[in-house]
């Protein structure tokens, strides 16, 4: 791997730490001063929210300015969210901004990849870059859970500035404030990024441009016969695993009777199976990536099963192999999915569509889930009707692609030998 690609996983895996311990933060805040649960379930959607609505804008601008710039502004968005939620701002929209400033980052994070290595290292950088964000997910969730955890947050708050007032009296008020510092880091760490020598792209100077160009690039690979397979596949399974980090959260309060900070070292043992899963998946051929569908069947099946466990020795292999499924069957496909949209697109392009579409399935199913919360469905109810819409999906995904196998053969043999490195 190349040096640059180094400084890339520093930053990443800072700026993601930073951004799942905010998220166990966020629901603290929410829960400790009285709002219902509706709202701490909401949190999810809100961040995908930008995600959706800038998606025709960001990946234009990732092409157009040096990645590692856009990521760094990425970072500053974060800390002016996490000001925003100190001040007094609903955490909602708080948290909004901070999936703003993520929207922005991620074309960047995952665009310079594609620009920085040659196709064949794709799947191994994936598998890095995947593995060390699901480790920032484990020790992020663990590090939100204990900064608000009476240990920690009593160290925090007992800091003081002289003849100053700070305002910062709660817990979590105090895990944000200290939050902020590691997405100044991860700004830091942007600023080493190298340029590499992909041309920019020109920005387009007319909204009706962006959307027009936008809508082109998400209907050129929705109508590949491989893009479209695992686009819908990385689609539905980052809609799942967003709104995964707050189901945990219910689940555990309602079958193990834990508060946030337990909690949170389950989502972290879920995070824990999808590293393993994700580097297990780095031997995978780009052109075999389509062979882990049947996995994301398996999550949506074993997300039910979680309804019948209520005993901490069960849970913790059990959200393991849960988790262990996803990590697997997202490093090939993200892959495949970044190798079609660098050949149909520009790098940023592909990204923000893939992103558009992810978020856009946060978005839904956390709003779906949220709703449910809402009409008084117990999680139990909620998980449930949750896990069968997922392994439903997933079916339809497979055969899906079993029948662009018979029907369009000549076309997605022709699109596997490019992803094996045969000349086009």
């Not at 379930?41 to 998606?55: D, G, N, Q």
């Not at 809508?215 to 539905?236: F, H, V, Y």
């Not at 999680?379 to 896990?387: D, M, S």
Request: proline share 4%.
């Amino acid at each position: 791997m190349k040096k640059g690609f180094y400084t890339i996983m520093s930053a990443q895996f800072f700026s993601s730490l930073a951004d799942n311990a905010l998220f166990v933060a966020a629901v603290e805040l929410l829960r400790s001063s009285g709002q219902p649960e509706w709202q701490r379930a909401a949190l999810v959607p809100m961040f995908a929210l930008f995600y959706v609505v800038l998606a025709p804008f960001v990946g234009a601008f990732a092409d157009a300015v040096p990645k590692g710039r856009v990521m760094f502004v990425s970072n500053l968005i974060k800390i002016f969210g996490c000001l925003m939620m100190l001040f007094g701002t609903h955490p909602l929209l708080s948290y909004a901004i901070v999936g703003l400033g993520a929207a922005a980052y991620s074309p960047a994070k995952y665009g310079i990849l594609t620009e920085l290595l040659p196709t064949s290292q794709l799947v191994k950088a994936n598998g890095w870059i995947e593995g060390l964000t699901i480790g920032s997910i484990i020790l992020g969730v663990l590090l939100g859970g204990q900064l608000v955890g009476p240990a920690i947050a009593s160290t925090l708050l007992a800091l003081d500035l002289p003849l100053l007032t700070t305002g910062i009296d709660t817990p979590p008020e105090a895990a944000i404030t200290a939050l902020t510092s590691l997405y100044l880091l991860a700004a830091l760490f942007n600023l080493r990024i190298p340029r590499t020598e992909a041309p920019m792209q020109p920005f387009a100077h007319s909204l009706n441009g962006l959307v027009r160009d936008f809508a082109a690039c998400n209907t050129r690979l929705w109508g590949d016969k491989l893009g479209q397979i695992s686009l819908s596949t990385t689609t539905l399974f980052w809609g799942v695993s967003g709104n995964l980090r707050y189901i945990v959260l219910a689940w555990a309060a309602v079958a193990l009777g834990y508060g946030t900070t337990q909690a949170s070292m389950l989502v972290g043992v879920v995070a824990v199976g999808t590293a393993v899963g994700a580097v297990l998946a780095v031997r995978t051929r780009l052109e075999h990536a389509t062979g882990v569908i049947p996995m994301g069947i398996g999550m949506g099946l074993l997300v039910i099963a979680m309804n019948f466990i209520d005993n901490v020795w069960v849970a913790a292999p059990f959200l393991i192999l849960l988790g262990g499924l996803g990590g697997f069957l997202v490093v090939p496909m993200n892959a495949l999915l970044q190798h079609r949209g660098h050949n149909l697109m520009g790098a940023g392009r592909s990204i923000a569509v893939q992103n558009f579409n992810e978020q856009a399935c946060i978005l839904g199913l956390g709003a779906f889930y949220a709703g449910m919360t809402k009409l008084g469905l117990s999680a139990f109810g909620a998980i449930t009707i949750f896990g069968l819409v997922v392994a439903g999906v997933m079916e339809l995904i497979r055969r899906w692609h079993l029948r662009n196998t018979v029907r369009h053969k000549g076309e997605v043999d022709r699109l596997l030998a490019i992803a094996r490195g045969d000349p086009p």
